[in-house]
Protein backbone atom coordinates (compact mmCIF):
# COMPACT_ATOMS: atom_id res chain seq x y z
CA UNK A 1 0.00 0.00 0.00
CA UNK A 2 1.44 3.54 -1.09
CA UNK A 3 1.14 6.09 0.62
CA UNK A 4 0.12 10.01 -0.26
CA UNK A 5 3.20 11.48 -2.37
CA UNK A 6 3.67 15.29 -3.03
CA UNK A 7 5.74 16.87 -5.57
CA UNK A 8 7.80 19.26 -4.94
CA UNK A 9 9.25 18.80 -2.06
CA UNK A 10 10.19 22.64 -2.00
CA UNK A 11 10.15 25.56 -4.43
CA UNK A 12 10.83 29.23 -4.49
CA UNK A 13 8.70 31.28 -6.85
CA UNK A 14 8.14 35.46 -6.98
CA UNK A 15 5.29 37.66 -6.47
CA UNK A 16 2.78 37.70 -9.43
CA UNK A 17 4.31 34.02 -10.82
CA UNK A 18 1.77 30.74 -10.84
CA UNK A 19 2.49 27.51 -9.32
CA UNK A 20 1.22 23.53 -9.77
CA UNK A 21 1.64 21.42 -6.46
CA UNK A 22 0.56 17.65 -7.26
CA UNK A 23 -0.41 14.52 -5.08
CA UNK A 24 -0.70 11.19 -5.68
CA UNK A 25 -3.37 9.18 -3.68
CA UNK A 26 -3.07 6.50 -1.24
CA UNK A 27 -4.04 3.37 -2.97
CA UNK A 28 -7.95 2.90 -2.36
CA UNK A 29 -9.03 6.26 -1.59
CA UNK A 30 -11.53 7.94 -4.11
CA UNK A 31 -11.07 11.50 -1.96
CA UNK A 32 -8.09 14.43 -2.31
CA UNK A 33 -8.29 17.62 0.13
CA UNK A 34 -5.83 20.35 0.35
CA UNK A 35 -4.47 22.31 2.93
CA UNK A 36 -2.33 25.39 3.43
CA UNK A 37 -0.22 24.99 6.62
CA UNK A 38 1.18 28.23 7.58
CA UNK A 39 4.52 28.27 10.05
CA UNK A 40 3.17 27.84 13.32
CA UNK A 41 -0.20 27.22 12.83
CA UNK A 42 -2.91 24.16 12.08
CA UNK A 43 -3.84 23.61 8.67
CA UNK A 44 -6.51 25.79 7.00
CA UNK A 45 -9.10 23.97 4.25
CA UNK A 46 -8.29 24.97 0.95
CA UNK A 47 -10.53 22.36 -0.80
CA UNK A 48 -11.63 18.73 -1.46
CA UNK A 49 -11.98 16.70 -4.89
CA UNK A 50 -14.69 13.91 -5.10
CA UNK A 51 -14.60 12.05 -7.91
CA UNK A 52 -13.19 14.72 -10.25
CA UNK A 53 -15.43 17.73 -9.28
CA UNK A 54 -15.36 20.33 -5.94
CA UNK A 55 -16.83 18.33 -2.91
CA UNK A 56 -16.25 21.60 -0.82
CA UNK A 57 -14.18 25.03 -0.26
CA UNK A 58 -12.74 26.63 2.74
CA UNK A 59 -11.87 30.39 2.53
CA UNK A 60 -9.39 31.11 -0.32
CA UNK A 61 -10.03 32.90 -3.08
CA UNK A 62 -10.43 31.80 -6.66
CA UNK A 63 -7.02 31.98 -7.78
CA UNK A 64 -6.26 29.07 -5.85
CA UNK A 65 -7.90 25.94 -8.06
CA UNK A 66 -7.67 22.10 -7.98
CA UNK A 67 -8.13 19.52 -9.98
CA UNK A 68 -8.65 15.40 -9.65
CA UNK A 69 -8.09 13.13 -12.06
CA UNK A 70 -9.50 9.84 -13.11
CA UNK A 71 -6.73 7.99 -11.25
CA UNK A 72 -8.02 10.38 -7.89
CA UNK A 73 -4.06 12.00 -7.98
CA UNK A 74 -4.72 15.65 -8.24
CA UNK A 75 -3.27 19.42 -8.56
CA UNK A 76 -3.68 22.42 -6.59
CA UNK A 77 -3.01 25.43 -8.89
CA UNK A 78 -2.48 29.26 -7.17
CA UNK A 79 -2.22 31.96 -9.50
CA UNK A 80 -0.99 35.21 -9.10
CA UNK A 81 1.05 34.30 -6.13
CA UNK A 82 1.41 37.02 -3.32
CA UNK A 83 4.34 36.82 -0.12
CA UNK A 84 1.13 35.57 2.67
CA UNK A 85 0.86 32.49 -0.03
CA UNK A 86 4.10 31.23 1.38
CA UNK A 87 3.61 27.95 3.50
CA UNK A 88 3.57 24.22 3.68
CA UNK A 89 0.84 22.75 1.28
CA UNK A 90 -0.42 19.57 2.51
CA UNK A 91 -2.25 17.05 0.50
CA UNK A 92 -4.96 14.45 2.29
CA UNK A 93 -6.58 11.63 0.78
CA UNK A 94 -9.41 9.77 1.98
CA UNK A 95 -12.17 7.16 1.59
CA UNK A 96 -15.58 8.88 1.40
CA UNK A 97 -17.97 6.03 2.48
CA UNK A 98 -21.57 7.66 2.23
CA UNK A 99 -22.15 10.65 5.04
CA UNK A 100 -19.57 9.42 7.76
CA UNK A 101 -15.97 11.10 7.69
CA UNK A 102 -13.09 8.68 7.82
CA UNK A 103 -9.37 9.55 8.41
CA UNK A 104 -7.20 11.37 6.64
CA UNK A 105 -4.22 9.79 5.24
CA UNK A 106 -1.65 13.41 4.86
CA UNK A 107 1.82 13.62 2.63
CA UNK A 108 5.08 15.47 3.60
CA UNK A 109 3.64 18.34 2.49
CA UNK A 110 5.64 21.34 -0.40
CA UNK A 111 7.00 23.85 1.01
CA UNK A 112 5.94 27.07 -1.06
CA UNK A 113 8.14 30.40 -0.21
CA UNK A 114 7.18 33.72 -2.31
CA UNK A 115 9.96 35.88 -2.59
CA UNK B 1 -12.80 30.38 9.35
CA UNK B 2 -11.71 29.14 13.18
CA UNK B 3 -14.51 26.96 14.19
CA UNK B 4 -12.07 24.92 16.63
CA UNK B 5 -10.42 26.11 19.64
CA UNK B 6 -6.83 24.32 20.82
CA UNK B 7 -5.58 25.19 24.11
CA UNK B 8 -2.82 25.54 25.84
CA UNK B 9 -0.59 26.48 22.95
CA UNK B 10 2.23 25.22 24.06
CA UNK B 11 3.00 22.45 26.71
CA UNK B 12 6.17 21.28 28.97
CA UNK B 13 5.69 18.08 31.11
CA UNK B 14 8.28 16.26 32.96
CA UNK B 15 9.13 12.49 31.94
CA UNK B 16 6.39 10.19 32.92
CA UNK B 17 3.77 13.17 33.53
CA UNK B 18 0.43 13.72 32.06
CA UNK B 19 -0.04 15.54 29.07
CA UNK B 20 -3.17 17.58 28.65
CA UNK B 21 -4.42 19.28 25.47
CA UNK B 22 -8.36 20.88 25.10
CA UNK B 23 -10.39 21.64 22.03
CA UNK B 24 -13.83 23.17 21.90
CA UNK B 25 -16.05 23.00 18.70
CA UNK B 26 -18.85 25.75 17.55
CA UNK B 27 -20.17 22.99 14.48
CA UNK B 28 -22.60 20.15 15.57
CA UNK B 29 -22.79 18.86 12.23
CA UNK B 30 -19.05 17.76 13.29
CA UNK B 31 -19.30 13.67 13.41
CA UNK B 32 -15.48 12.81 13.56
CA UNK B 33 -12.95 13.81 16.08
CA UNK B 34 -9.03 12.89 15.43
CA UNK B 35 -6.13 14.30 17.13
CA UNK B 36 -3.14 14.27 14.85
CA UNK B 37 0.50 14.50 15.75
CA UNK B 38 3.34 16.70 13.65
CA UNK B 39 7.05 16.57 13.73
CA UNK B 40 8.98 19.08 12.07
CA UNK B 41 9.64 18.95 8.26
CA UNK B 42 6.52 15.98 8.25
CA UNK B 43 2.67 16.15 7.35
CA UNK B 44 0.52 15.26 10.19
CA UNK B 45 -0.22 11.61 11.01
CA UNK B 46 -3.26 10.16 13.09
CA UNK B 47 -2.66 9.37 16.51
CA UNK B 48 -6.30 8.75 17.80
CA UNK B 49 -10.14 9.63 16.92
CA UNK B 50 -13.56 9.59 18.22
CA UNK B 51 -17.01 9.69 17.59
CA UNK B 52 -19.77 11.51 19.04
CA UNK B 53 -21.91 8.54 20.34
CA UNK B 54 -18.79 7.29 22.85
CA UNK B 55 -17.64 9.94 25.34
CA UNK B 56 -13.92 8.54 25.57
CA UNK B 57 -11.47 6.44 23.57
CA UNK B 58 -8.66 4.73 24.75
CA UNK B 59 -5.21 3.79 23.16
CA UNK B 60 -2.54 2.70 25.29
CA UNK B 61 -1.28 5.74 26.48
CA UNK B 62 -3.49 8.14 24.57
CA UNK B 63 -6.98 9.01 25.86
CA UNK B 64 -9.54 11.07 24.13
CA UNK B 65 -12.50 12.41 26.28
CA UNK B 66 -15.25 13.76 24.80
CA UNK B 67 -18.30 16.25 25.88
CA UNK B 68 -20.85 16.38 23.25
CA UNK B 69 -22.94 18.28 25.60
CA UNK B 70 -20.17 21.06 26.04
CA UNK B 71 -18.89 20.63 22.37
CA UNK B 72 -15.47 19.67 24.08
CA UNK B 73 -12.96 17.16 23.63
CA UNK B 74 -9.50 16.44 25.19
CA UNK B 75 -6.47 14.65 24.29
CA UNK B 76 -4.68 12.96 27.40
CA UNK B 77 -1.18 11.33 27.18
CA UNK B 78 -0.40 9.03 30.35
CA UNK B 79 3.23 8.46 30.91
CA UNK B 80 4.52 11.31 28.63
CA UNK B 81 7.97 10.51 26.72
CA UNK B 82 10.55 12.64 25.48
CA UNK B 83 9.83 11.30 22.05
CA UNK B 84 6.30 12.31 22.18
CA UNK B 85 7.63 15.85 21.67
CA UNK B 86 5.57 17.22 18.90
CA UNK B 87 3.11 19.34 17.97
CA UNK B 88 -0.76 17.98 18.41
CA UNK B 89 -3.55 18.88 16.42
CA UNK B 90 -7.11 18.77 17.45
CA UNK B 91 -9.96 18.46 14.51
CA UNK B 92 -13.50 18.54 13.71
CA UNK B 93 -14.86 16.74 10.40
CA UNK B 94 -18.11 17.07 8.75
CA UNK B 95 -17.95 15.23 5.13
CA UNK B 96 -14.38 14.82 4.86
CA UNK B 97 -14.24 18.44 5.56
CA UNK B 98 -11.72 18.47 8.29
CA UNK B 99 -11.00 21.82 10.58
CA UNK B 100 -8.32 22.16 12.96
CA UNK B 101 -7.29 23.51 15.80
CA UNK B 102 -4.59 26.07 15.93
CA UNK B 103 -1.56 23.19 17.35
CA UNK B 104 -0.57 22.28 20.95
CA UNK B 105 3.79 22.41 20.48
CA UNK B 106 4.31 19.68 23.56
CA UNK B 107 7.80 19.23 24.88
CA UNK B 108 8.53 15.93 27.14
CA UNK B 109 11.58 17.03 29.57
CA UNK B 110 13.66 13.90 30.29
Known amino acids: ETGVTQSPTHLIKTRGQQVTLRCSSQSGHNTVSWYQQALGQGPQFIFQ???????GRGNFPPRFSGLQFPNYSSELNVNALELDDSALYLC??????????????FGEGSRLTVL | QQQVKQSPQSLIVQKGGISIINCAYE??????FPWYQQFPGKGPALLIAIRPDVSEKKEGRFTISFNKSAKQFSLHIMDSQPGDSATYFCAACNNNDMRFGAGTRLTVKP
Open chain 1, 49 to 55: YYREEEN
Open chain 1, 92 to 105: ASSLLSGDRSGELF
Open chain 2, 27 to 32: NTAFDY
